[in-house]
């Protein structure tokens, strides 16, 4: 007996996983479907990820989104990349910049070019770690407050800017709903109040909400952030947890006055405890703080945090619990879990709204025909779990590479075991400068090299192929990159001025 054809799909909650994953549905699917969101005007939305990647271009693009719409109605800003500061040492700063570093190489990475270049520069094995920002042109446009779409530097095959935006989080949900539902979305208002399962296969099959209306759907899409409706507290999913190796569960968030100068980067800064974030919109400064509860009290964090910012606070601080870790099966029976219901990743490098984008991505890809297939099922999650893994690795890196000697908390980030998969990489870079990632990996290998020698782990070997560069092909090659790169800086508008041309 043939399966029946998945045609009514019911999303849970909105915000900016519901409304992400309807926007795109409906763009790529909406002919086929019948696509209702449900959610509840009484139930606030966590609304911190005020940061992104660069993948969400692309995602608004293909979701019919217009770039300065997007920006003017999201009080949105250009973001170059993340600067860490006083994560390696106290005093000391680097930057997870978007984009290329200097030139691109067939066998072998450009830093590996740098760092013999320091090596003949210093007359000795000493690096200067900081120099390795020279040659990137998201860097020094960050630190200068330039800005401008260009995809390559004029006149050369060099890449150009590789960005990303701040925004209002929740001005962005209502943004796609009205998008979602000029595609064809249709919203539903109301609490759910009971969640009815087959009694054989244990699939929902429909909701009921505080009024007596009844939702019924094939297919299921869990985007009740932390609460997490369907994938745990109906399907009781189960959950791994990521908290022995990423130790902060806390997060304490305040928005503040702008400042006059916009700056195209996010600020990361670590404190005793934990760290604290700095997004600058066009109407407002996000603030907020990381910390763990074992360490320090959320009055202490209050009060550091609000030592800490540029201005006027604009709110009470707002806390927010979380355990970092992810749903062990991103896809149960049929109930697909989107955005923080899947798990959660602290904020350090933004990557909790990407993980939207790629889920919804990864749902269309494997959106099921006729029926629900098993395999389909497994690879989903076999992909969604190798997608988590790189993340919380890279991320564990930031912690695990600190030097900072001034609290336990520090000292014991140094002393923690951490995946065998980070450790060899670590270590592979140590004495040799080399990194490989998985082609699907989010973060580059170039990602990972700028926090390696950001954080003071610099080679101590560099490729061959290096070596077949004479002393004065090498000199020319630095300058020349340079040079190009800081001309290009200097014929740029500022970011303030970016923006008012919107």
Same mark, same amino acid.
């Given at each position: ?10 999303? $849970?909650? /909105?915000?900016?996983? !519901?409304?992400?994953? =309807?926007?795109?549905?409906?763009? $790529? ?13 009484? +139930? !606030? ?11 969400? $271009?692309?995602?608004? @693009? ?30 000391? @700063? ?32 000493? %690096?200067? !770690? ?33 960005? =990303? ?11 796609? @709903? ?5 595609? /064809? ?45 369907? +994938? ?53 400064? /996000? ?21 800490? %910012? ?8 707002? +806390? ?15 109930? *697909? ?5 899947? /798990? ?8 909790? *709204?990407?993980?939207?984008?790629? =889920?919804?991505? @990864? ?140």
């Amino acid at each position: 007996m043939p399966k029946s054809k998945i045609k009514n799909v019911v999303i $849970v909650g /909105g915000g900016t996983a !519901g409304w992400m994953t =309807a926007s795109l549905l409906a763009k $790529v699917l909406g002919k086929t479907l019948n696509i209702t969101l449900v959610e509840s005007d009484d +139930i !606030g939305i966590v609304g911190v990820g005020e940061a992104t990647i660069p993948p969400i $271009v692309n995602f608004n @693009r293909a979701i019919g989104i217009d770039e300065k719409e997007f920006i003017n109605v999201t009080k949105g800003t250009i973001k170059l990349g993340i600067e860490f500061n006083h994560w390696h040492k106290d005093g000391e @700063r680097y930057m997870h910049a978007f984009g290329s570093i200097g030139k691109k190489f067939p066998f072998c990475d450009f830093h590996h070019f740098w760092q013999k270049h320091q090596q003949l520069q210093n007359g000795s094995d000493h %690096i200067d !770690g900081s120099s390795f920002w020279d040659y990137s042109l998201n860097y020094q446009a960050a630190k200068q407050g330039k800005f401008v779409p260009i995809s390559h530097i004029p006149k050369t095959n060099l890449p150009g800017l590789a960005y =990303a935006y701040h925004f209002d989080a929740g001005l962005y949900a209502k943004f796609l @709903r009205k998008h979602a539902e000029s595609l /064809g979305v249709k919203r539903i208002e109301g609490t759910i109040t009971d969640i009815a399962q087959d009694h054989q296969s244990g699939d929902i099959k429909n909701l009921t909400l505080e009024d007596g209306t009844t939702i019924t759907g094939d297919l299921f899409i869990d985007c009740t952030g932390l609460a997490a409706i369907l +994938i745990e507290k109906t399907l009781s999913t189960g959950y791994d947890d990521y908290s022995h190796w990423l130790p902060c569960n806390r997060a304490i968030a305040v928005p503040c006055e702008k400042t006059d100068t916009i700056e195209p980067y996010t600020r990361s800064t670590a404190h005793k405890v934990g760290w604290q974030w700095r997004i600058p919109l066009q109407h407002r400064t /996000g603030n907020g703080l990381v910390y763990s509860s074992k360490h320090m009290s959320d009055e202490e964090a209050k009060t550091l945090l609000l030592k800490n %910012i540029d201005g006027k606070p604009l709110a009470d601080p707002k +806390i927010i619990s979380f355990q970092t870790g992810r749903r062990r099966k991103q896809w149960n029976k049929n109930v *697909i879990a989107i955005g923080l219901s899947s /798990g959660f990743f602290e904020p350090l490098e933004a990557t909790n *709204i990407h993980l939207i984008q790629t =889920a919804a991505t @990864r749902l269309v890809k494997f959106f099921p025909h006729h029926g629900i297939n098993l395999e389909e099922v497994n690879e989903f999650n076999r992909q969604s779990k190798t997608e988590s893994e790189g993340i919380r690795d890279f991320i564990i890196l930031h912690y695990k590479l600190n030097n900072r000697g001034d609290s336990e908390f520090w000292r014991a980030c140094q002393r923690m075991d951490v995946p065998k998969s980070l450790i060899n990489k670590i270590q592979l870079f140590k004495k040799t400068g080399k990194v490989f990632c998985h082609p699907n990996d989010l973060f580059t290998e170039i990602a990972w090299q700028q926090v390696m020698i950001g954080q003071g782990n610099v080679p101590e070997d560099h490729h061959p192929l290096v070596d077949t560069l004479s002393k004065a092909q090498l000199d020319d090659l630095m300058k020349d990159l340079k040079t190009l790169i800081n001309r290009t800086v200097e014929k740029m508008p500022s970011h303030n001025e970016f923006l008012h041309s919107l």
